[in-house]
C-alpha cells in the first residue's frame, strides 16, 4: 500500500526529498535557533506594547519631570533659603550681599506669613461652621448680650490684621480660649484642646461610647479593687466631711493602661450606709470637686438614696440641630442611658410652660430623660443636714441632673467656683489644619418646667466664689461661721 509506483524515477525522487527538505526545515530548528526566534517574538511584543502607549509615557515622563522640577524651586522657600545658606562654603563669587540676604528674607517671610495666614483661617472658617451645624447656644447667647457671629468677625479681622507669623497650634489654642470662648462664659463648653483626654475624660470609662474591655468581664483574669473608694474627717465635733474617690466603677492605671475596680458596688454600699448610720454629727460635707465623670452610677445608689425620706420623681428634656455631631452626640446618649427614640422638638416643647421659644429658631429635634429616686432604706441613714460641695469641674450634664434630685431631696448646694456650664457629653472633631480638636455641648438641656440648664444652673445654690482648693474652708466657714484650721 506504501509502496512506490513503478514507473517513477529514482532521480526525480531525489530532488522532491531536496525540496520537502528545503520547506520543513524550519519546522526542525536546533536549540540555539529556537530560542532566538523566541527572543524575537518577546521583543516584537514589547516594542508593539511601547508604541501603543508611547504617549502615556510621554505624559507621565513629563509630569513626574515638572513635578520635581517644582520641588527643587519650591522646597529652598519652604525650608529656608537663609537656613541652608551657608558664605563660608559658598564661592566668593556666588555669596549673597547683606541687601540680597535680607531681601530674599523678606520675600520668604511673606510667602510663609501667607501660607500660615490661610491655613488658620481655614482652620477657623471650619470652627465656625461646625458651630452653626451643631451649637445650640446661639440664641441663647444672644440673649444674654453676646453676639457669636459677631465675636467670630471681630476674632477673625484680629487673626487677619494683626497676627500673620505664628501658625502654631498653640498660638491658635490659646487665642481661640482666650479672645472667643472665653467672652462666652462657659457657654455649652465651647474650647480649643491639644488632645482628647483633654476635651473627653469619660473615655477613660472601659465600657463607655460603646467600648468594652472584655478583661472586666471575664472571671479567671484578677483584676485588683481598691479597699475603699473614699475618705472621711471630722472637721470639728459637728462638722463631717467625706471625700469620693471616684465616680466611676471602673478605671485603668496611669501608664500601665493596667484595669482596677474603684470600688465593689455591695461592699461600697455597706460602707457608707455604715458611715452615714454612726455619723454623730449635725452637718455633712459631700466632697465632690473635681469629679466630671461616671456621677450617675455612684451618686444616685450610694449617696442619694440612702439619704432620702421619699420617692423623686422628674423629667428633664433635651433638644439638638440636624448637625451631624448633634445627632451622633444624641444616639449615643439615649443609648447609653435606654432614653426613647427622637420626636420633634417644637412638639416636645410645647408642653414645657416655660420655655423660651426665641433658643428653637434651630432647634429641630428632642428627647425625654425621665429620673426616678427611690429611698433605698426605711428611714434615712443620716438625719443631719447635708451640703454638696461642688465647682466648675463638675460640668457634666448627668451631674447637673442629679444635682437638681439632690436639691429636691434637701441638700443644699454649695459651688467653690461659679458654675460656667453644665453641658453634657462633650463632641470634639480635629481642625483639618492645625490638627486641635473643638470641643461644645450639641445638647440644650430643660428641667421639666422648659427652664434652660445652661441659663440656669441649680437654682437656687449657693455660690461660696473662691478658689476650687479653698473649697472646703470656704463650706465650712458658711456653715459654722468659723474659720476651718486645716493640717
Request: aromatic share 14%.
Amino acid at each position: 500500500m506504501f509502496g512506490l509506483a513503478n514507473n517513477v524515477d529514482c532521480k526525480d525522487l531525489n530532488n522532491n526529498v531536496g525540496e520537502a527538505e528545503i520547506l520543513l526545515r524550519p519546522l526542525f530548528l536546533n536549540g540555539g535557533d529556537f530560542m532566538k526566534l523566541f527572543w524575537l517574538k518577546i521583543k516584537t511584543s514589547i516594542s508593539l506594547f511601547m508604541e501603543g502607549r508611547k504617549k502615556l509615557f510621554k505624559r507621565l515622563y513629563w509630569t513626574l519631570a515638572m513635578l520635581l522640577l517644582a520641588f527643587i524651586i519650591i522646597m529652598p522657600i519652604y525650608t529656608g533659603i537663609i537656613g541652608v545658606y551657608d558664605p563660608m562654603t559658598t564661592p566668593a563669587s556666588m555669596r549673597l550681599t547683606h541687601e540680597e540676604l535680607q531681601e530674599i528674607r523678606e520675600i520668604e517671610g511673606n510667602l510663609m506669613a501667607y501660607w500660615r495666614e490661610a491655613s488658620r483661617n481655614h482652620d477657623f472658617a471650619y470652627m465656625m461652621w461646625l458651630l452653626e451645624e451643631n451649637f445650640p447656644f446661639f440664641e441663647l447667647s444672644l440673649r444674654q448680650g453676646t453676639d457669636i457671629t459677631e465675636l467670630a468677625i471681630e476674632a477673625f479681622s484680629y487673626l487677619a490684621d494683626h497676627v500673620r507669623y505664628d501658625i502654631s497650634p498653640n498660638f491658635l489654642l490659646n487665642f481661640i480660649n482666650d479672645n472667643f470662648s472665653s467672652r462666652l462664659n462657659g457657654l455649652g463648653q465651647m474650647r480649643l484642646a491639644a488632645s482628647v483626654g483633654s476635651v473627653t475624660p469619660w473615655l477613660t470609662e472601659p465600657y463607655y461610647m460603646g467600648y468594652v474591655d472584655s478583661r472586666f468581664a471575664n472571671p479567671n483574669i484578677y483584676i485588683p479593687t481598691n479597699e475603699s473608694n473614699f475618705s472621711t474627717q471630722m472637721l470639728s465635733q459637728n462638722v463631717a466631711h467625706i471625700e469620693i474617690d471616684s465616680f466611676l466603677q471602673k478605671g485603668y492605671a496611669p501608664l500601665t493602661n493596667m484595669p482596677f475596680w474603684h470600688y465593689n458596688v455591695s461592699t461600697e454600699r455597706l460602707l457608707l450606709n455604715s458611715f452615714f448610720r454612726n455619723l454623730d454629727a449635725d452637718h455633712l460635707i459631700i466632697d465632690i470637686r473635681g469629679h466630671s465623670e461616671g456621677f450617675g452610677e455612684y451618686f444616685l445608689p450610694m449617696l442619694l438614696e440612702p439619704n432620702l425620706r421619699y420617692i423623686l420623681e422628674t423629667n428633664f428634656f433635651a433638644f439638638h440641630t440636624t448637625g451631624d455631631f448633634a445627632m451622633g452626640v444624641s444616639s449615643v446618649f439615649r443609648n447609653y442611658h435606654g432614653l426613647g427614640d427622637l420626636v420633634s422638638a417644637s412638639s416636645l416643647a410645647a408642653e414645657l410652660p416655660w420655655v423660651d421659644w426665641r433658643d428653637f429658631e434651630h432647634l429641630t429635634h428632642g428627647f425625654e430623660i425621665p429620673m426616678l429616686a427611690t429611698p433605698s432604706l426605711n428611714e434615712p441613714a443620716f438625719n443631719g443636714k447635708i451640703w454638696l460641695l461642688t465647682d466648675s469641674c463638675n460640668f457634666s450634664g448627668p451631674n447637673q441632673i442629679y444635682l437638681q434630685l439632690a436639691q429636691m431631696a434637701g441638700f443644699t448646694i454649695l459651688y467653690a467656683e461659679n458654675p460656667e456650664s453644665m453641658g453634657w457629653p462633650v463632641s470634639f472633631t480635629s481642625l483639618p489644619n492645625s490638627g486641635l480638636l473643638l470641643r461644645h455641648n450639641p445638647l440644650y438641656f430643660t428641667d421639666e418646667r422648659g427652664l434652660s440648664l445652661e441659663e440656669f444652673v441649680i437654682v437656687p445654690h449657693v455660690n461660696l466664689d473662691v478658689n476650687t482648693n479653698d473649697g472646703l474652708v470656704a463650706a465650712y466657714s458658711h456653715i459654722t461661721g468659723n474659720i476651718l484650721q486645716l493640717p
